[in-house]
């Protein structure tokens, strides 16, 4: 592996999404004729939280040196970044993040749905190189009450082939565009309450007690918008 491979993913998120602007121009002109949409082009965060750190595998709560910041990327997107991601628990095979809109229980466009849509790019990895078996995974959710009894309910992407929960790799520094429809949602009256993101990253320190592999960098997300 060259250097300049070893490390692309220093590039800035900019200068990421200036490489791929042909790819990402035809997903935004469709997202801006959208409504409702969260692009995150104000400079801010627009209320949406982080959720840090979990087991993937048994979703318990991981205790680590330094995890991820949330903050606004160029007022392009929504950037969760890690300077690097440091374990205290090194046993850890893969771990979660959760992006979470804020409360869309009064947004009228997020209401009557059919799912949700977003733009997503992995511009984090390790200095060490790439996993040779996809380790770093992106899963849409989605939080309702039912009005009909009140009861509440999260969704999460389904593969009916493999009557399994979905979760679509993500490749290092490549532009990706999900749109999730949600069949359930046109069964009965929902009253939709918010959207997140599941990610998914591998502790590749696993073993190694030491950080300089470490992964660092941000996953960016942008053009969040719902689906009718």
Not at 112 to 139: N, V
Not at 163 to 185: E, G, I
Request: net charge neutral; aromatic share 12%; with cysteine.
């Amino acid at each position: 592996m060259s250097i300049d491979e070893k490390w692309i993913f220093w590039e800035s998120p900019v200068e990421i999404i200036t490489s791929h602007m042909k790819e990402l121009i035809p997903q935004a002109i469709k997202a801006i004729s959208k409504v409702g949409c969260f692009r995150f082009d104000d400079g801010t965060t627009q209320n949406w939280k982080l959720d840090q750190l979990y087991d993937s595998g048994t979703q318990a709560s991981i205790a680590y040196f330094s995890g991820f910041t949330l903050a606004n990327s160029q007022k392009l997107a929504l950037a969760a970044t890690a300077c690097p991601l440091l374990f205290v628990n090194n046993q850890v095979d893969l771990c979660d993040i959760y992006l979470q809109s804020p409360d869309l229980t009064l947004e009228p466009n997020w209401q009557q749905i059919t799912g949700f849509s977003l733009d997503l790019q992995r511009c984090i990895g390790s200095p060490c190189g790439e996993p040779k078996t996809p380790k770093y995974f992106a899963q849409l959710q989605l939080f309702a009450d039912d009005l009909t009894d009140n009861s509440h309910h999260q969704f999460a992407e389904w593969n009916a082939a493999t009557n399994s929960f979905k979760f679509n790799p993500v490749a290092l520094n490549q532009p990706y565009h999900f749109v999730w429809k949600v069949p359930t949602l046109a069964q009965r009256k929902w009253q939709i309450k918010s959207v997140r993101v599941r990610l998914t990253m591998p502790n590749v320190n696993k073993g190694i007690g030491a950080g300089e592999c470490a992964i660092r960098g941000s996953w960016l997300i942008g053009n969040v918008c719902p689906e009718k």
